[in-house]
């Protein structure tokens, strides 16, 4: 595995491809996308992500493999925030689409609207971009709540920056569990987990295999201050993220 150089400001994204454009988003902006010819236009893209992404791509060249998946299929009658590491160029749509029919969305920064082309695909395929004014962040929130009473899965990257294939779990920030508190809803944790390539795929594979997997799901546990609540748990469901992706992944270590 090769090491990744921290990014000088966690907000910002260690892999770069394309330069994004200025975005500004409308006082009623749609976060969620739950306006009808979005959710019927974004059902098709999540289908094709599922039979591209996770059953073509995923299989054959990343060796994506889901563990665990009675835990989700448990409670995926209910609405969760879900948090996973950050680590793969194509984790959000192997999240979104590997459980499709049910319905994903994806926090992403703002600015990935501003990407050409691929911001609308992103936003279509369920990315919620997080805006950056205080009364934008409440209209946000609200939405959040309204998409999770209707059962919907929230994923966030409490890692913000995306490194891919970074050996280690990074220091979470408490945006997820802000979220999950915010919203009075358990949160589903999920792994990114890197395996050696075995068989057929040590000659075909020279970056690990990807695997998910799936963990309990975690209760917020409330304290005396909201301060207290959203520390605690930030440490406590990083610290079993990390032991379980230390116990269970093939490559371990890095900054």
């Known amino acids: ?21 200025p975005v500004e988003l409308e006082d009623n902006f749609d976060y969620f996308g739950q306006k009808w010819f979005i959710r019927v236009r974004s059902s098709i893209l999540v289908f094709l992500v599922k039979i591209i992404i996770v059953g073509i791509y995923g299989r054959i060249f990343l060796g ?10 448990e409670v995926k009658k209910k609405g969760h925030v ?43 395929l369920g990315g919620a971009p997080i805006p950056d004014k205080k009364d934008h962040l409440k209209t946000f929130q609200q939405q959040m709540n309204d998409v999770l009473s209707l059962n919907h899965m929230v994923a966030v990257f409490p890692e913000a920056a995306l490194m891919p294939y970074h050996p280690k779990i990074r220091p979470f920030k408490k945006g997820a569990f802000r979220f999950a508190f915010n919203s009075k809803v358990d949160i589903i944790p999920m792994v990114f ?26 209760q917020v546990i409330e304290l005396d201050t909201k301060y207290e609540t959203l520390n605690y748990n930030t440490e406590r469901l990083q610290k079993i993220v990390s032991d379980y992706y230390d116990e269970n992944s093939d490559y371990k270590g890095g900054n």
Do not use: W
């Open 64 to 73: 994506f493999r889901v563990i665990n998946r009675a835990y989700f299929n």
């Open 1 to 21: 595995m090769e090491e990744h150089k921290k990014p000088d400001n966690e907000n910002e994204h260690s892999f770069h491809t394309i330069e994004a454009k």
């Open 82 to 124: 879900v948090i996973s590491n950050h680590a793969h160029q194509f984790d959000a749509f192997l999240l979104g689409a590997t459980f499709f029919p049910k319905k994903f969305h994806y926090t992403m920064l703002k600015t990935n609207m501003g990407l050409p082309i691929v911001g609308k695909l992103f936003y279509l």
């Open 193 to 218: 987990i890197f395996k050696k390539p075995t068989g057929l795929y040590k000659y075909l594979k020279k970056k690990p295999c990807v695997h998910l997997h799936v963990l309990k799901p975690y």
